[in-house]
């Protein structure tokens, strides 16, 4: 009987592995203090890593990760021009809408 229970117990802690490796938040993707970018959506391809510099500047990406602690606004057009959105200090998403070609970061 012990020896069913040791088996159903390291069952159930393999059996929970995969689920905890797979659902890796971007957050520990990107360093703190730190902008990520992607070439694919869900974290995947070639990763970017910036600096938090202030002002407009030329990126590319379909993933993003803004742990920077600035507020960031991705755009569809180079120069910061276009259709655009937010990502917040902390967040990120995992598939932009289009290929990302600028990002302006506040602050």
Known sequence: ???RLLA???AT???TLPLTATT???????PSGKICTW???K??????????????HPRSGRSVS???GKRITLYKEGSCYGAR?????GHYTEKTPWPVQSMAVWG
Do not use: V
């Open 43 to 56: 974290f995947g391809g070639k990763k970017y890593t910036y600096n938090k510099e202030s002002g407009c």
């Open 24 to 30: 890796a938040s971007a957050a520990t993707k990107c």
């Open 39 to 41: 070439t694919k959506p």
């Open 66 to 68: 803004n742990q920077s």
């Open 13 to 15: 802690l393999i059996a």
């Open 8 to 10: 159903l117990a390291g």
């Open 85 to 89: 959105f937010e990502i917040k200090p």
């Open 1 to 3: 009987m012990r020896m």
